[in-house]
């Protein structure tokens, strides 16, 4: 598959096979692309989750992020679909050292499994650190061809630096990734997916008191932002999923993909392979569709 059949892929009708790989419990958006993507079906057969590895308040090693994202996945999933039967695994204990030595973890296992093992294309929504899916690519480079991923992380391209949270925390995964041909969708943080917000009154008019899932991602939103009077929340990685459940909402544009540079710049070299780049996110109709679907969820309790 290269990058143009990806986009066709993303646009066809019908359901995608898909891996989701996130650093759950790093903060709340997470949660919310996680149920979007368990509650979209008609778009999304969703294969496994895996927990990714992070850095933060809430983790003081690469270890203890991917074992409390691994804990929030299991609740999350519990919230929204109990007895789903979707499995879920653990990431990696340490970030990608070397562009060529990959890191062990179930995550990493399940990558190389499901893709092997499937019939048809699978991708790879990655909304954290790549360290899994990198170390995936280094052991088999073959998946290239058979996989495509969808990253949310960096900054826009005319933006001054991108040392954002996911590709800065990890960058020698984030080159692995980029240097490696495999169909690469990227979703820019700021300059891009930045509008992508919404607010506490808005999350309350929507899914306060529908039901159980609503109002544990509601509360971790109002938990997140201390005092909410005139404060907005991007809910970044639901924009992820969006790519599948939602394409016409982003726009797209295919181009060389960047070379990321030692000091957290984008450097640009007309002869590298292709990628899909978003430069602009349609919020409506995706926070639309989000609402319906979280609101509606059947399988969580009141």
């Given amino acids: 598959m290269n990058v143009f059949e990806f986009a066709e892929l993303l646009k066809s009708p019908g359901r995608k096979r898909v891996i989701l790989d996130t650093d759950t419990f790093n903060e709340v958006d997470d949660q ?82 499901t893709v092997n093992g499937t019939d048809g294309p699978v991708i790879i929504i990655a909304v954290g650190a790549l360290t899994n899916v990198a170390s995936a690519l280094i052991r088999d480079p073959g998946l290239a061809g058979r996989t495509a991923v969808i990253w949310l992380g960096g900054h826009s391209l005319d933006w001054p630096h991108t040392r954002e949270f996911n590709l800065w925390g990890d960058p020698v995964a984030a080159r692995a990734v980029f240097d490696s041909g495999v169909p690469l969708m990227h979703i820019p943080c700021q300059g891009v997916c930045s509008a992508f917000t919404t607010t506490v009154p808005e999350l309350r008019h929507y899914l306060g008191g529908r039901n159980a899932l609503c109002d544990y991602l509601t509360g971790i939103v109002e938990a997140h932002a201390g005092n909410p009077y005139g404060w907005s929340k991007v809910i970044w990685d639901v924009t992820a999923v969006a790519a599948v459940t939602k394409p016409d909402a982003l726009r797209t ?50």
């Fill in 253 to 302: 544009s295919v181009i060389p993909r960047p070379v990321i540079t030692s000091e957290g710049l984008w450097a640009f070299d007309t002869a590298r392979a292709p990628y899909l780049y978003v430069s602009y996110i349609r919020r409506d109709p995706i926070y639309a569709d989000l609402f319906r679907k979280l609101s509606g969820a059947a399988g969580a309790g009141k």
């Fill in 32 to 113: 919310f692309a996680l149920a979007y993507a368990m509650l979209s079906p008609e778009r999304v057969e969703l294969l496994s989750v895996n927990a990714a590895p992070y850095v933060a308040k809430t983790a003081s090693t690469a270890a203890e992020g991917s074992e409390k994202s691994y804990g929030e996945i299991l609740h999350i999933m519990e919230l929204t679909r109990p007895g789903a039967g979707i499995p879920a695994f653990r990431g990696s204990a340490h970030f990608l050292s070397a562009p060529d030595r990959a890191e062990d973890s179930e995550a990493c296992d399940n990558i190389v499994r």
